[in-house]
């Protein structure tokens, strides 16, 4: 079976910084993309942003761009979401998500997009 683990959450003043980590584990598989989204209660999970595995084309949504940085390591299959400029409104738990199926897009920002999630790891920012 495979699961995705999140790592890297925590609690951080605004303004500050973290980096999110997710690794598969478990059965392998090959990966088309892999994405975060993130999700506050009472509020229907959201995307973040998403990275083509192969060529490590990037999209984010608008409320991220230019404050957080999607990267990936392709020799240890892991995915990493860079932080910076934190603002209240980004606390939320946050959840990884792979998929193994490959199309021309990799724009994927829908949940029923994706295969593999992560159980998520909460981030706190405080104001």
């Known amino acids: 079976q495979t699961q995705l683990v999140e790592s890297g959450g925590g609690l951080v003043q605004t303004g500050g910084s973290l980096r999110l980590s997710c690794a598969p584990s478990g059965r392998a598989f090959s990966i088309a993309a892999m994405a975060w989204f993130r999700q506050t209660p009472g509020k229907e999970r959201e995307f973040v942003a998403v990275?083509?595995?192969?060529?490590?084309?990037?999209y984010y949504s608008t409320s991220v761009k230019g404050r957080f940085t999607i990267s990936r390591d392709n020799a240890n299959n892991t995915m990493y979401l860079q932080m910076n400029s934190l603002k209240p409104e980004d606390t939320a738990v946050y959840y990884c998500a792979a998929r193994a199926r490959s199309s021309g897009d990799y724009t994927y920002t829908l949940l029923y997009e994706y295969d593999y999630w992560g159980r998520g790891t909460q981030v706190t920012v405080s104001s």
């Open positions: 990275i083509r595995w192969s060529g490590g084309s990037t």
